[in-house]
């Protein structure tokens, strides 16, 4: 809202006006006289003629007639009043075009109303002359040449346009201000977001350069332990420990042994069987003093074969018949009749006895352990439970040529234990293999109490 410049008039002797600074090259005197009209002009009776018109008929003119019955300072209000009323158009359309001129520099929603005010202020504005009726009447003339007022309010808004857009640049200045310091606090918060990422970020490539390290050491580990034990990574463990079974299925389609104990000259055992694959089979016979008194069918399913590279390990699976005690009167036949005479007869008699048979399942794992060139396994049934180790004294030249087993076994069966009950026996032998995959023998000390010689076909 604009005071019109008028306003200021109100001290009009004390105060010396700077027109260029104040906006008001115009004086009093100037007005009246650059318009012609005369405030003194008074009809033949000595009233001013103003009162007696109550109009002003004038085309340079602006003017204000106040007429109150009460005072003097309500007919100055009304003078002031009408005069504003007089100039409210004019003073708009100056603002309105004014803010045309200037509308590349003003914001968009500035508009005249930010100028002046259609309820304009005139308390300042001089009151050009008064006149008291004899009826106690009074009157009051406030009047302003066209043009003068016309280039002072011209100048006024021009002081005030120059003023808003001053305000308006440093509001601007201030906003463009806050927005940088915002980006720039911004731009600092992501910097030190980014650094915390990027912080994140080289500690995972240093874990994980490190992990790239420990596998590369890894590997190069295990290039090293497999150039260096390759001769011994390449033997595959024998299908049978001294008596008890490992997790390897043989090679052949079929496999034939014997054991025969050089002290009475006497086969103690024989055993035959079929491989396919993954599967096998065997079945065999046991003799003591000249009778058979054992004998088993085993079938097993290697369900896990060879895996490792370094520390090979294999698993099977399988299910055993079992025949513990073969009824004692068939020792007297046998001794009559010898240990193969009429074997199929005694044998199915034997079978018919309900009491006799058992089975079992049961479990071997093998493991072989390069450091130590052995291979350990571990065979578990209803009837015992057996801790081998085979150990190759040299792989490199001979591979598995040469073996040395070793087999401690926990007896549960008391069927199966030897002559002196013994419910912990260790089993230690020999093994040459003299056709690879074709013909082996084993020098063995079993049962606490004998050596035997046993010999292995493959075919």
């Avoid at 009009?12 to 405030?39: C, H, K, M, W």
């Avoid at 007429?67 to 003097?72: D, G, L, M, N, T």
């Avoid at 055992?269 to 089979?281: K, N, Q, Y």
């Avoid at 088993?296 to 896990?304: D, I, Q, T």
């Amino acid at each position: 809202m604009i005071i019109l410049p008028a306003l200021a008039l109100a001290q009009q002797d004390t105060v010396i006006y700077d027109r260029e600074v104040l906006g008001r090259p115009f004086s009093l005197d100037e007005i009246v006289q650059q318009s012609g009209f005369n405030a003194q002009n008074v009809s033949p009776n000595g009233v001013p003629t103003w009162v007696v018109d109550g109009a002003i008929y004038s085309d340079t003119i602006y003017y204000g007639i106040g007429r109150s019955f009460v005072s003097q300072d309500a007919a100055d209000d009304d003078a002031r009043l009408r005069f504003a009323q007089h100039v409210e158009v004019s003073v708009q359309s100056i603002a309105i075009q004014k803010v045309k001129e200037n509308k590349e520099r003003l914001t968009d929603e500035y508009s005249f109303e930010s100028l002046v005010s259609t309820n304009m202020n005139l308390s300042g504005v001089l009151i050009t002359e008064r006149y008291v009726s004899p009826d106690s009447t009074f009157h009051s003339l406030i009047s302003y040449g066209r043009s003068e007022y016309h280039r002072m309010v011209t100048r006024e808004i021009e002081i005030t346009l120059e003023t808003d857009i001053r305000q308006q640049v440093l509001a601007h200045k201030a906003k463009e201000a806050m927005r940088a310091d915002s980006l720039r606090h911004k731009i600092k918060m992501d910097s030190l977001a980014l650094s915390r990422k990027q912080a994140v970020i080289d500690s995972l490539d240093r874990i994980l350069a490190m992990e790239e390290r420990e596998q590369q050491q890894k590997e190069e580990r295990i290039q090293l332990l497999k150039h260096r034990y390759a001769s011994f990574l390449k033997i595959k463990p024998r299908y049978l420990l001294i008596d008890a079974p490992t997790a390897s299925t043989p090679d052949s389609w079929f496999n034939m042994s014997g054991r025969w104990n050089p002290e009475n000259s006497q086969t103690s055992e024989v055993t035959a069987g079929l491989s396919i694959w993954l599967l096998s089979m065997q079945a065999s016979l046991q003799a003591h003093s000249n009778f058979i008194n054992q004998g088993e069918f085993v079938a097993k399913l290697e369900v896990l074969p060879t895996v490792g590279e370094i520390y090979p390990i294999n698993l099977a699976l399988g299910w055993v018949q079992y025949y513990e005690i073969f009824a004692p009167e068939n020792q007297i036949r046998l001794d009559e009749t010898g240990l193969f005479n009429d074997m199929i007869s005694h044998l199915r008699d034997e079978m018919q006895d309900p009491y006799a048979p058992g089975s079992s399942f049961f479990g071997v794992v093998t493991m072989g352990y390069p450091t130590l060139n052995s291979q350990f396994s571990f065979y578990m049934e209803k009837r015992k439970i057996s801790l081998g180790a085979i150990w190759y004294p040299f792989p490199r030249h001979l591979g598995d040529a040469i073996s040395v087993i070793n087999q401690v076994d926990m007896i549960s069966a008391k069927g199966f234990r030897n002559r002196f009950n013994d419910t912990f026996q260790w089993q230690v032998g020999l093994r040459l293999i003299a056709i690879q995959d074709r013909f082996a023998t084993m020098i063995t000390y079993e049962d606490h109490e004998c050596w035997r010689l046993n010999f292995e076909f493959q075919y």
